[in-house]
Each structure stands twice: as C-alpha cells, then as structure tokens.
C-alpha cells in the first residue's frame, strides 16, 4: 500500500523538525557542559546520550583513556555471554586461596578467610558492587585473561581492552597498553554504547542483561554519578579510580527517560582520596547538568510544596519534626531516622492531645504553629535571631602601613571608593572568570529597585525548586520556604547563596526588558540577566557581560578588575547596600509549606570583616575563577578599593588584599 503524497510530506516535515529540536538540545547541552569541563585540571573525556530521545553530546569521545576499575563493567558482560555460549558456568563454586588476595577496593582481601568458597555470580556481584579486585581476578581466572579484550573487538568496541589481572602487572598481555593506560581502556563513546545495549536488554540476553543491570544499580559507589541529583534518584553505574584518573560510567534513571553517562579523566592535578576530589566533583556535577537539562521545569514556578506533613512521608523535614518533638514534647523519645512511621504518627497524635489540637496524626499549620521554630541537626544551642543580630562580635587592630606588595591574584586593581578611578593595576583589563563578585551586581538591582519602589524590600520570595537545586555556596533554604525580600539579601551576600542569587533574580525578572523575542529570553532569569548587562553598560563596564546571577563558571560570564572597582565605587554609595556587605552574621525566622518555621543564620564569607578599616564588600570562588574578593578599606579619611581575582587559595586572596592596601596607602603617602 502506498503512501499519499500529502502524508509522506507531512512525515518528512515532522521529522525534519524533530531533527531540529533535538539539534537545539543537543547544542544547548554542550554550552552547559563545557564550561565544567574545560575548568578542570586535567584531561576529560566525556559522553551522554538520553536513551529515549536520541539526544547525545560528547567531548572528545573517542580518544582512548584509562578506565581504572570500569574495565570490570566489560568483564561481567564477558563473563555473562561466556555462560550464555556455555562456556563457563555462573553457579560453579570458586574457592580463594591465599596468594588469590591482592590489596585496594573491596572486602574478600580483609575479611575472608583462605578457603572461602564462593560461586562466579557472586563473585561477580563483589567486582561490581564494591570494586572488590580479589574476586575480579577470580572473575579473571573462570573465563581467561584475554576474553574481555577478544569479545570487545569482536563487537566492535576496539578500544575498550582489559590488560592484565589487578595488581598483577606480570600477567599483562599488552605491555605497551598496560603502561600507557593501566589495568584497561576504553572511550566514552564505547562505554555510552555498551550501555545502551544493555538499557535496551539487547546485552548477552534479556536476562542477562536484566542480571547486570541489576550488579550496577547495586554499586556502592553512587554519588559519583548521585551527589547532586535527587535523593529518590538510581543509578546504575561502575566506577574506577587510581591516583591519576577517576572514571566512571552509568545509567541515571530520569523521569523523562534513561540518561547513559561517561566521564573518563586521566593526568588529574588533583590526586586526592577524598569525597571533595575535584574529578569526583567534575563526575556528579556533569550528572547534575545532564539530568537538569533533561528534565527541564519552569525556573520560575515552584514544586508544589506538600502542605501537611502525612504518615508515610521521609526526608528532612520528617527528620526535623521528630527532633523538635523529642526537645520539646517529654513524652517523646523517636529515633531521628526521617520516616514518618507507625511510632512518629503515635508521638505527634499524643502532642496534638496535649495541646487541645485535633488528634488527626497528620502535621497541619496548626500542629507547627504549636511546635514553634524546627530543631534542625546542625544547631549546637537554641537559635535566638534577636539575640544573633544583636551580638557584638570581637574586631582585630587595624593594618599597619609597612610591607610590599606579595601577590598570588592573576588580576588586581586599586582604585579610588568615591570615584571608581583606577589608581594601580596588573592585568586590570583582562577578562577572567569572577565567580561569586558577581552577586554585587545582582544585589544592587534589587536595592536600586528598591530606590523608588521601597515595598519591593517587604514582599515575600516563595522559594522555588530552581532556586533550591542550584549548585553551589547555598542560603539553605528549601522549596516552598517563604522569605522577604529585604532577608534573603542577607542570604544572597552573607553565606553568598548561588540559591538566593536564583530566587531573586526570578522574583524581579518580570520587572525589566526582556532582551530579544526568543521565548528564553522571556523568562524572569534571562530578563533579570540582561538587566544586568544594561546596568554594566550604563556604569561603563565595557569588558563585563553576565550569563547568570550568582556567578557559576559560564563561557559568557567574564570582567575585569578595574570594572569591578567601578561598579564597586557605585554600589557603596548606596546605604542599605553598604550596611548589607558590613554584617558579619544575621539570623531569620523563615515559614515553610503548611506552617511550619525555622531559623536559620547567615555568616559573612568576608573574613576581612574582622579586622577594622575594612567594610566589604564580596567574595567568590570557583575552580575556573580561583579566589576572587572585592574590598572597601579606610585609612584616616581616604577610602580605596581592592578588588584581586584569581588568587591561590582563599586565604591568600586576604592576604594579597591586604598587601595591596597596605602598599596603596604607601603610594598615597600614608607613613603612620
């Protein structure tokens, strides 16, 4: 039967469209992508396709790397099509024998005696959960060292090879592999493939590849892919790491669909073994990017909050309600373990009792109103907001005006406070990343709004899912916590809350231009971004342009020091903005959905703040920008600002200020 003319040309004009939109997303996802990529010391390579649509990105996806443990990943599958072709059995018993005991990740080594018996499944199941390599090379052993590399080629994965047992170097069977790459290789690309085939159950068979992906959802390594995803997030995965690389590959299962993940570093500057290693980091943000992308809401509107807290509910908010009824309902003794059981139900019905409340079980305004502020898990004692903002905190003697210069800052300039003139500089002019200093600009829009709208200070801020799942230094507020405006400044300046930075800029978006007529641009953040880049304009910030509002590293996002002595010298002549950039620490009581409240304290990053003569103004640090601070210092009448990006480390970006200072008031001929 033929196809009409007409629907054929319909068919190909949907197509052609499908094609385009997810050229579009794809191009998107890459502008995201890259500037973590390219900010990280050392070599990435990097794939990710979602495995519904078809969209996918890749960098440098076929450049062969170290895999490290992930070369287990092949293993199993070689094993399982090994079985499948009856070639070795899954339930044959292996038994460990001493000298089968090799060190690293794992537990057989430790905690098994010689003589354990155990059969290649389990065996398995130990290489993929815990990376166990005593029972790899048992894995090794059942279906013969060249296997892994024979299958791969044979299915066309060339580069993906496994080339010798773990901690066994001896046993190599491509030397020259073995010392450029380590145990295997692999590419990102080969690795997005192979998981494919088995998200599709295309891998060995449907139960096989049912089996494996089973063995990678176990995988205690998550938060290499889970750190920065939501908590009721799986993910199927395999990592590997050595001194010099980190590496992993997975499948994140998204509510639009399976997102495939491969990141592969190798020649990392950071070669820590600890939770914050910057290619650890690198592995859950690039998660963190793809999954957002892929499940895109609205940026302005929140999740709906739930507004009762019910049984059956977990998380943090069970966790904080069965703290506060421990502190402040004697009867109550409740494990803090966040499920909203049999036990919490009980407590809260006896507490709803004792307070001539409804004994429905169910936390409602009424019960939280009755509860008063949450117990949260970091609070050493009480939070008391008006005994907070009252406290007079210790300050340090002035700088003396001796010494020279010492710099560790890429970038610095000096310049007058009342003018905004540059006064000295190196590399002044040079656009850098400015990380968190972005975040003056984003407040003083607000307070410059407030100039002529003074209520705008006293409206409140709902917070919403984008705000909260922003990266990043962080307020702590939640979804659907309400704030007013004049506190989350607070929120915005003192911690340097990338999350506040984001609900402020959707609360006064609506308020300005949008910048062309995309329906992007549209949106209360793109408006409030381009309001940003008119106010550079406007105060002759002629090498600035903002991409975002809280500073996150962005390709687009670039200044100079001398702009930001400008914009500096501006800001500070504003009052509630100087006062703001002055406090060391504010509390605030905040309300959350269904009435619930707590109080929560901001402390100032600005360490300077400690000493006297200085009053701000703003810090900000990311591995693309390095430290970064902009200050306000005074000596006798003359005020000068400091701005230094790129320094070493946080606390040299205090002490290259403070040199600064000190040889600025020598030229200015202060000998005192």
């Not at 890429?410 to 007058?416: E, M, Q, T």
């Not at 930075?501 to 408006?527: C, H, I, N, V, Y």
Request: aromatic letters at 6%.
């Amino acid at each position: 039967m033929s196809v009409p003319r007409y629907l054929f040309i319909v068919l190909v004009l949907i197509s052609a469209l499908a094609l385009s939109a997810r050229a579009e997303s794809d191009s998107r996802l890459a502008e995201l992508l890259r500037p973590a990529i390219e900010s990280h010391a050392g070599t990435v390579s990097v794939a990710v396709k979602h495995l519904k649509t078809g969209a996918e990105f890749a960098h440098r996806g076929d450049d062969p790397m170290p895999t490290a443990s992930l070369i287990k990943f092949p293993a199993m599958v070689t094993a399982y099509q090994l079985a499948a072709d009856g070639k070795v059995d899954l339930t044959a018993a292996i038994e460990v024998k001493e000298q089968d005991k090799v060190p690293g990740s794992g537990i057989l080594t430790q905690h098994f005696s010689a003589g354990t018996r155990l059969s290649l499944r389990d065996a398995i199941r130990l290489m993929i959960v815990y990376s166990d390599n005593t029972a790899t090379n048992l894995v090794i052993d059942q279906i013969g060292l060249p296997a892994t590399s024979d299958l791969m080629t044979k299915w066309n994965y060339p580069h993906t090879r496994l080339h010798s047992k773990v901690y066994r170097g001896d046993t190599s069977i491509a030397p020259e592999r073995s010392k450029q790459f380590g145990l295997g290789s692999t590419t990102a690309n080969e690795m997005i493939r192979l998981l494919a085939k088995l998200d599709s159950k295309e891998l060995v068979s449907v139960e096989a590849s049912e089996k494996m992906y089973d063995h990678l959802l176990a995988c205690d390594d998550k938060p290499r892919l889970a750190k920065f995803l939501p908590k009721e997030t799986k993910v199927a995965l395999k990592t590997g790491s050595v001194s010099a690389s980190r590496t992993v590959a997975g499948i994140i299962e998204s509510p639009s669909g399976h997102i495939a993940v491969c990141v592969l570093t190798s020649n990392n500057k950071d070669q820590r073994w600890a939770d914050d290693n910057a290619a650890v980091l690198l592995s859950a943000e690039i998660a963190r990017i793809v999954y957002q992308h892929f499940n895109q809401q609205d940026e302005a509107v929140a999740e709906a909050p739930q507004k009762e807290l019910v049984p059956g509910a977990s998380g943090e908010l069970v966790e904080a309600l069965q703290r506060t009824l421990n502190k402040r309902f004697s009867s109550s003794k409740l494990s803090i373990d966040g499920d909203f059981g049999p036990s919490t139900k009980q407590v809260v019905t006896a507490y709803q009792r004792s307070q001539n409340l409804p004994p429905t079980g169910v936390v409602s305004a009424e019960t939280w109103k009755a509860l008063g502020p949450l117990v949260m898990a970091d609070e050493e004692t009480p939070v008391d907001p008006e005994a907070i903002n009252k406290e007079v905190l210790p300050i340090q003697p002035a700088d003396p005006i001796v010494g020279p210069p010492f710099v560790t800052a890429n970038a610095w300039a000096i310049g007058d406070a009342k003018t905004g003139r540059i006064l000295w500089n190196d590399k002044g002019d040079e656009r850098r990343d400015f990380a968190s200093t972005t975040k003056t600009m984003t407040a003083w829009l607000i307070l410059r709004e407030a100039t002529s709208d003074p209520k705008l200070l006293d409206e409140t801020i709902t917070f919403s899912s984008s705000a909260d799942r922003t990266p990043g230094s962080t307020s702590g507020l939640k979804t659907g916590e309400k704030v007013t405006v004049r506190e989350l400044l607070y929120g915005l300046m003192l911690p340097s809350g990338n999350d506040a930075a984001t609900a402020l800029a959707e609360f006064a978006g609506p308020r300005f231009a949008p910048e062309g007529d995309s329906a992007d641009t549209a949106k209360p953040m793109a408006r409030f971004v381009a309001e940003m880049n008119r106010a550079a304009k406007d105060l002759g910030m002629k090498q600035t342009h903002y991409a975002n509002p809280h500073g996150l590293p962005d390709n687009n996002h670039l200044s100079t020091a001398n702009d930001q002595v400008l914009l500096a010298a501006k800001v500070m002549q504003n009052e509630p903005f100087r006062n703001y950039v002055q406090t060391r620490q504010h509390a605030v009581k905040v309300q959350g959905p269904g009435g619930y409240t707590r109080n929560v304290v901001w402390k100032n990053t600005n360490k300077l703040l400690e000493i006297a003569g200085y009053s701000g103004l703003k810090t900000g640090t990311t591995d693309a920008a390095g430290s970064c601070l902009i200050s306000v210092g005074k000596h006798r009448d003359e005020e000068l600002i400091v701005v230094v990006l790129g320094s070493s480390s946080n606390e040299s970006r205090y002490v290259d200020t403070r040199n600064l200072f000190r040889w600025g008031w020598l030229q200015r001929g202060h000998r005192d």
